[in-house]
């Protein structure tokens, strides 16, 4: 098959969301040389960590508005060198504090990205699911790069210059989005953003039955999912006694069994039903969480990694499903609407999981995940089962 422009501006939104998601997965595996070089506590560093991520989800429904003015290859831009700026900003910081806010930093500016490439790539591809799923291997590529690159760099030489690695991933990919991707014209681009009642159009989105329904089964499991990711390494480490590399490398199979499965999950989301597939994939996702909690060896680890990983896949099909339901005019807002309501609702789970970890245990903090999933899936089981049509 001829290599086309739009397979141009598939793979270079891809290699975006690898470097924003690398930069939110290089602190990781390096935790515990973050709290020792700071003195701090798995709950202070589950607070910078969710910081970032409700940062993150923030700027999805801003980042929507601006790309409706100023066009998706400015925004997407923006994305991309803002998180190598503020990367640098977290690896240099001197104390906690201005660490903290360049964390957070780095959660805006990573927002930006997914919900403009998103409803760029649904405008170009009659298969939103299969484009959408090809554009979240960004996520996982990220994930098996960055957990195994930032624990041995961290090792050997200190989490700052681990942490540091974010702004040589970003700096090519900036140059070659600048040089290859066109100009995108803009929406409304005499339009501002403030005199368009941003709260108001927020609300009406949200409050739309479909929308509401899928965003409280986001939450749930997006809460288990960043939890966990923020703080798997350091589970590993402490409740099994793995060394950090053997941690970054179970960490990264994750990434990797989640990049295996995700474009097949979105492929038959288009082919399938929608709602069978995501409910499919939770299961699947809880039945991993509890898998984490054995002690039988690497195998077991393994195991519950693909389980895991298929399980966070099922963005792959809710994703596309919100598409569906909205008009091409009103992707760019109400898809940035729907991220923003569950990336934020989600992202205090690295919060959550740093203070259940500290006053319950690792193995009452797992069960706790495992519960929420559980309850994303009856929620989607229950639409199905019954037909409800949300």
């Given at each position: 098959m001829k290599?086309?422009?739009?397979?141009?501006?598939?793979l270079?939104?891809?290699?975006?969301?690898?470097?924003t998601?690398?930069?939110r997965?290089a602190?990781?595996p390096v935790v515990?040389?973050?709290?020792d070089?700071?003195s701090?506590?798995?709950?202070?560093i589950g607070?910078a960590l969710?910081?970032?991520?409700?940062?993150?989800g923030?700027?999805?429904?801003?980042s929507?508005?601006?790309a409706?003015?100023?066009?998706?290859?400015?925004?997407i831009?923006?994305?991309?060198g803002?998180?190598?700026?503020?990367?640098f900003v977290?690896?240099?910081?001197?104390v906690?504090v201005l660490f903290?806010?360049?964390?957070?930093?780095?959660g805006?500016?990573?927002?930006?990205?997914?919900?403009?490439?998103?409803?760029l790539l649904s405008r170009t591809?009659?298969d939103t699911?299969?484009?959408?799923?090809?554009h979240?291997l960004?996520a996982?590529a990220?994930?098996?790069?960055a957990?195994?690159?930032a624990?041995w760099v961290?090792?050997?030489y200190?989490?700052r210059?681990?942490?540091?690695?974010?702004?040589?991933?970003?700096?090519?990919?900036?140059?070659l989005f600048?040089?290859?991707?066109?100009?995108?014209?803009?929406?409304r681009?005499d339009?501002?953003?403030?005199d368009?009642?941003?709260?108001?159009?927020?609300v009406?989105?949200?409050v739309?039955?479909t929308?509401?329904?899928?965003t409280?089964v986001?939450?749930?499991?997006?809460?288990?999912?960043?939890g966990l990711?923020s703080?798997?390494?350091?589970?590993?480490?402490e409740f099994h006694g793995?060394t950090?590399?053997?941690?970054?490398i179970?960490?990264?199979?994750y990434?990797?069994?989640?990049?295996?499965?995700?474009?097949?999950?979105g492929?038959?989301?288009d082919?399938?039903?929608r709602?069978?597939?995501i409910?499919g994939?939770l299961?699947?996702g809880?039945v991993g969480i509890?898998l984490?909690?054995?002690?039988?060896?690497l195998?077991?680890?393994?195991?519950?990694?693909l389980?895991f990983g298929?399980?966070t896949?099922?963005?792959?099909?809710?994703?596309?499903k919100?598409l569906d339901r909205?008009s091409?005019?009103?992707r760019?807002?109400?898809?940035?609407?729907f991220?923003?309501a569950y990336?934020v609702?989600?992202?205090?789970g690295?919060?959550?999981?740093g203070?259940?970890?500290?006053?319950?245990?690792?193995?009452?903090?797992?069960?706790i995940l495992?519960?929420?999933?559980a309850a994303?899936f009856t929620?989607v089981?229950?639409?199905?089962?019954?037909?409800?049509?949300?």
């Amino acid at each position: 098959m001829k290599w086309q422009y739009r397979d141009t501006v598939l793979l270079l939104c891809t290699c975006a969301f690898f470097v924003t998601y690398f930069a939110r997965l290089a602190f990781s595996p390096v935790v515990p040389f973050i709290t020792d070089d700071f003195s701090v506590s798995n709950t202070q560093i589950g607070i910078a960590l969710s910081g970032m991520w409700i940062a993150y989800g923030l700027t999805q429904y801003p980042s929507g508005l601006l790309a409706d003015r100023f066009g998706e290859k400015r925004i997407i831009l923006l994305s991309v060198g803002g998180t190598a700026v503020l990367s640098f900003v977290a690896a240099a910081s001197p104390v906690f504090v201005l660490f903290c806010l360049g964390v957070a930093g780095i959660g805006a500016v990573a927002g930006l990205h997914y919900t403009v490439a998103s409803t760029l790539l649904s405008r170009t591809y009659d298969d939103t699911g299969t484009a959408i799923g090809i554009h979240s291997l960004g996520a996982p590529a990220a994930g098996l790069i960055a957990p195994v690159a930032a624990a041995w760099v961290g090792v050997r030489y200190g989490w700052r210059p681990a942490v540091a690695l974010v702004v040589l991933c970003a700096l090519p990919i900036f140059v070659l989005f600048l040089w290859r991707v066109h100009p995108t014209e803009p929406r409304r681009p005499d339009t501002e953003s403030t005199d368009r009642s941003i709260g108001g159009s927020f609300v009406s989105f949200l409050v739309r039955p479909t929308i509401a329904f899928s965003t409280c089964v986001a939450i749930l499991a997006m809460f288990a999912i960043n939890g966990l990711i923020s703080f798997l390494p350091t589970f590993l480490v402490e409740f099994h006694g793995y060394t950090p590399t053997l941690a970054g490398i179970v960490f990264s199979a994750y990434f990797v069994a989640r990049g295996g499965t995700q474009i097949g999950v979105g492929a038959l989301s288009d082919w399938y039903d929608r709602d069978v597939v995501i409910a499919g994939c939770l299961l699947l996702g809880m039945v991993g969480i509890l898998l984490f909690l054995l002690d039988s060896g690497l195998w077991v680890a393994f195991l519950a990694v693909l389980l895991f990983g298929t399980g966070t896949s099922f963005f792959a099909a809710l994703e596309p499903k919100m598409l569906d339901r909205l008009s091409e005019s009103e992707r760019n807002t109400g898809f940035g609407v729907f991220r923003t309501a569950y990336v934020v609702g989600g992202s205090t789970g690295s919060i959550g999981v740093g203070a259940f970890a500290d006053a319950l245990g690792w193995h009452r903090t797992f069960l706790i995940l495992a519960v929420l999933f559980a309850a994303s899936f009856t929620l989607v089981a229950i639409n199905r089962l019954f037909r409800l049509g949300y």
